[in-house]
């Protein structure tokens, strides 16, 4: 059985592959609710994550979505499309 962050973690791959987001997993914690880490070429963090965060340095140099994750990822890493609930 797939567990949320499983789910989530592949949807995120896919998506950023359907649209072109070349984005490396770099990590995940489930400390305070589910974060999901990813990492681009110039090693900008993508945090995917169900909480949200206080830090004024991560909020500045990490791109955030919310979990459950969107319905279509655009070019560039643009949220097009909000998906209620995936699981």
């Known amino acids: 059985m797939k567990t949320n962050y499983d789910s989530q973690k592949q949807e995120i791959e896919r998506q950023a592959a359907e649209s072109g987001v070349a ?3 770099s990590g995940y914690s489930d400390a305070h609710g ?3 880490y990813f990492t681009d070429a110039n ?7 169900s909480h949200s ?4 340095y991560r909020m500045a140099n990490e791109k955030h979505f919310p979990l459950p994750f969107v319905k279509t990822l655009g070019k560039g ?4 499309e909000k998906h209620n609930q995936l699981f």
């Not at 090693?43 to 994550?49: A, L, N, P, T, W």
């Not at 965060?53 to 004024?56: H, I, L, P």
Request: charged fraction near 10%; aromatic fraction near 20%; charge should be positive.
């Open 34 to 36: 589910l974060s999901i």
């Open 23 to 25: 984005i490396s997993f």
């Open 53 to 56: 965060v206080s830090s004024f």
């Open 77 to 80: 890493g643009v949220i097009t």
């Open 43 to 49: 090693g900008v963090k993508y945090r995917f994550s």
